[in-house]
């Protein structure tokens, strides 16, 4: 439980700073210390309240145009997703993690400035929703899309946040209708979710120390770490 409330205080405050990496983090930890099903389960439901809270406190800054667009997607095959929870092999998830992570960073790197679509945000966010609901880590092929769409620093932590909401209440249906909640797990869930809550108010306060570095450089710096430790996780 000390883990849990540690964890989940350092994921909601690197999220609110960054915009991405702090539910991978949380996820991997717990996936280590628990079966991965119960660690699917304790996170959804605190990652929604965190991204519920990130995406209010921050929403005047969001692209609801791509945020809705990638909704449409993202939430029938997220429901899917988490009746499917455990059946997507991992390796497929970190591929499209390392791919669409390089091509972003490339786009950084060689200042390349590339819109992405409504509609292909709708048909990224349903390969992204059945992939999030059925492994739990493939939120973070939201930031490399997000970020390839343009967006920086608030826009794009708020945006996120909206998608966040989406996947994570797409998944927590899924796994419900799966059998994956118990007493026991709701009580995580809890605990993980004011924890989060805590860390995203260290978080907003972190955030003009932060805005002092160049823009991009954190959110794509912390996307390259923590895909570097799901890539790792997968190969382990």
Same mark, same amino acid.
């Given at each position: 439980?000390? /883990?849990?409330?540690?964890?989940?205080?350092?994921?909601?405050?690197?999220?609110?700073?960054?915009?991405?990496?702090?539910? %991978?983090?949380?996820?991997?930890?717990?996936?280590? %210390?628990?079966?991965?099903?119960?660690?699917?389960?304790?996170?959804?439901?605190?990652?929604?309240?965190?991204?519920?809270?990130?995406? /209010?406190? %921050?929403?005047?800054?969001?692209?609801?145009?791509?945020?809705?667009?990638?909704?449409?997607?993202?939430?029938?095959?997220?429901?899917?997703?988490?009746?499917?929870?455990?059946? /997507?092999?991992?390796?497929?998830?970190?591929?499209?993690?390392?791919?669409?992570?390089?091509?972003?960073?490339?786009?950084?790197?060689?200042?390349?400035?590339?819109?992405?679509?409504?509609?292909?945000? %709708?048909?990224?966010?349903? @390969?992204?929703?059945?992939?999030?609901?059925?492994?739990?880590?493939?939120?973070?092929?939201?930031?490399?899309?997000?970020?390839?769409?343009?967006?920086?620093?608030?826009?794009?932590?708020?945006?996120?946040?909206?998608?966040?909401?989406?996947?994570?209440?797409?998944? /927590?249906?899924?796994?419900?209708?799966?059998?994956?909640?118990?007493?026991?797990?709701?009580?995580?869930? @809890?605990?993980?979710?004011?924890?989060?809550?805590?860390?995203?108010?260290? @978080?907003?306060?972190?955030?003009?120390?932060?805005?002092?570095?160049?823009?991009?450089?954190?959110?794509?710096?912390?996307?390259?770490?923590?895909?570097?430790?799901?890539?790792?996780?997968?190969?382990?």
């Amino acid at each position: 439980m000390t /883990i849990l409330i540690l964890m989940s205080v350092f994921a909601g405050a690197l999220t609110t700073v960054t915009g991405a990496g702090g539910g %991978l983090l949380l996820l991997l930890v717990l996936s280590a %210390l628990w079966e991965p099903a119960r660690a699917l389960a304790v996170t959804a439901p605190a990652l929604l309240l965190g991204n519920a809270h990130r995406a /209010i406190t %921050l929403r005047k800054a969001a692209d609801y145009d791509a945020a809705k667009a990638f909704a449409l997607g993202a939430f029938p095959a997220g429901l899917l997703g988490g009746l499917l929870a455990g059946v /997507i092999p991992g390796g497929v998830v970190h591929w499209l993690l390392v791919g669409l992570t390089l091509a972003s960073l490339l786009r950084a790197v060689l200042n390349v400035r590339v819109h992405i679509p409504a509609a292909a945000l %709708l048909g990224s966010g349903a @390969g992204i929703g059945l992939l999030t609901g059925a492994t739990g880590g493939a939120g973070m092929l939201v930031s490399p899309l997000l970020l390839s769409r343009g967006l920086v620093r608030e826009r794009y932590i708020a945006t996120g946040a909206c998608c966040g909401m989406v996947l994570h209440v797409s998944r /927590i249906c899924g796994y419900g209708a799966a059998g994956m909640f118990s007493h026991g797990v709701w009580l995580e869930a @809890g605990v993980a979710a004011v924890a989060l809550l805590g860390g995203n108010w260290l @978080g907003l306060r972190l955030r003009p120390a932060a805005a002092r570095i160049p823009a991009g450089w954190l959110e794509h710096g912390v996307l390259l770490t923590s895909v570097t430790i799901a890539s790792v996780g997968a190969l382990c």
